[in-house]
């Protein structure tokens, strides 16, 4: 069963828009699909899939209900996060790749996470820090100096003092100092959590990301950039 769980919208749409730009990112249980024109959001929706059908049977459907005409979409990147002990996903990732690249004339495969790192150097300072994506269980690191990824790793946690384990640790194999390099927290994390606490005591600078591009998330509720920074990376 595919489940809507987040839906955002930027402004109430009564006719079918055209020339609009589609940036999708397909994780391995959920995507995330943003439609933009002229650097306004019309919808950033995010939903539960467990199989190809499911998948692109969703994805139409929901272009569909916000009027959005699919054959007049000006451009659609489409990035894939493949998670590494996950074999027979990349297997699946490759037949939803061929799907866009037939059916679209429009698409653009963009590479992941070297789309958050390019955001992320227009807006990192020119010193070595730690920029860290959060999902559900999972933490990626990336070492930066002057802009260049010198070392990245993925590490699974369960409890807050996991995550500190894995972040501590990855400043030590890396040679960094939680006293000078800052640690910079972009995706699923927030300032009340637990996990937040127990790094702000024990690293000294830490900042959420900012936004990499114009678009703004034209929404009543407060949604924190950073939980979005990734999609809105595969903007630019």
């Known amino acids: 069963m595919v489940k809507k769980i987040v839906d955002i ?28 024109n002229n650097q306004k959001i019309i919808s950033l929706t995010i939903f539960e899939w467990h ?17 959005i005409i699919v054959n007049k979409i000006e451009s659609i990147n489409l990035s894939i996060l493949t998670l590494e ?22 698409v653009q495969i963009k590479d992941y ?15 070595s820090v730690v920029f860290s ?14 802009g260049a990824v010198d070392k990245h790793m993925s590490s699974p946690f369960r409890t807050a003092e996991d995550a ?8 030590k194999l890396n040679n960094l100092s939680t006293e ?3 640690l910079f927290l972009s995706g699923a994390l927030s300032k009340d959590s637990a996990i937040y606490a127990l ?7 830490i900042e959420f990301v900012n936004r990499p591009t114009e678009l703004q998330l034209n929404t009543e509720e407060e949604f924190p950039e950073h939980l979005f920074f990734d999609i809105l990376s595969t903007i630019s």
């Not at 990349?90 to 037939?102: T, V």
């Not at 994506?133 to 002057?146: D, H, N, V």
């Not at 790094?199 to 600078?205: K, N, Q, S």
Request: with cysteine; glycine share 4%.
């Open 9 to 36: 919208k930027g402004s109430d749409i009564s006719e079918p828009i055209q020339n609009m730009n589609l940036s999708l990112l397909i994780g391995p249980d959920r995507f995330t699909c943003l439609v933009y």
């Open 51 to 67: 199989n190809e059908p499911d998948l692109l049977k969703t994805l139409l459907s929901n272009l569909e209900v916000e009027n």
């Open 85 to 106: 002990e996950k074999a027979d996903y990349k297997l699946q990732s490759d037949k939803i790749q061929q799907y866009f690249k037939s059916n679209f004339p429009a």
């Open 113 to 127: 996470f070297g789309c958050m790192l390019h955001a992320f150097k227009n807006i990192c300072p020119k010193k």
């Open 133 to 146: 994506y959060w999902q559900s269980g999972k933490i990626y690191f990336w070492a930066l100096t002057y």
């Open 164 to 171: 500190l384990y894995c972040v501590l640790q990855f400043y």
């Open 180 to 182: 000078k390099d800052s």
């Open 199 to 205: 790094l702000h005591t024990y690293i000294a600078e």
